[in-house]
């Protein structure tokens, strides 16, 4: 059994929080976000609190999606297709060259057991480059981590993905924390447009 050395650099409550984050990437709906703040080690952590029996359903939902979509080889290979699940709202996103495959994709997402409501927003173009998918990685990471700096936002309950510089929220919270999201959304970098996708609670 391997041992984890942490330097003693670190103090007792960095090392509980590297616990923290090792235990974190075992467990669904959960993120870690890593920074150079004031010491060795600046960590938030960010749990969907939703009970973790939704979030394994949601992602069994996508994983069958993605399993469908794949069963078309020549689509799925010439296309780039991303498939999010909160709370058995499924969104597509991601790009394809033919307006017939859009359409498939979304008649096979509405097939799947378990899928509530199908957002389809498969763009009709090429698939974006390796570098544009790796900014897209870095304007989520930093809209989440905006969010987690908010104190009115309870950043656990949203979704966040961005495709070709469109960020998509997702996720049960009330009008004013969806105000919230959005306006923190569009104040980063990067961000091309922001779109909802809340089921609203109140």
Known sequence: ???????????????????????CSTLQGCFFVAGAAVGAVAVAVVYDHRKITGSIEDTQIANKIIDKLRTDYTMWKESHL???VYNRVVLLTGETPKPEWRQIAE??????????????????????STLTRSSDVWITT???TQMLASDSLKSGNIKVKTENGSVYL???????QADIAVDITRKVDGVYRVVKIFQYND
């Open 170 to 176: 997702m996720g049960a919270v009330t009008r004013e």
């Open 107 to 128: 008649e096979q997402a509405r097939e799947i057991e378990g899928a509530d409501k199908v957002y389809n927003q498969i763009t009709i173009q090429n698939p974006t």
């Open 1 to 23: 059994m391997r041992k984890l050395f942490i330097s003693k650099s670190i103090t007792l409550f960095q090392q509980k929080w590297l616990y923290l984050i090792l235990l």
């Open 142 to 144: 930093k809209v989440k």
């Open 82 to 84: 991303e498939v999010t």
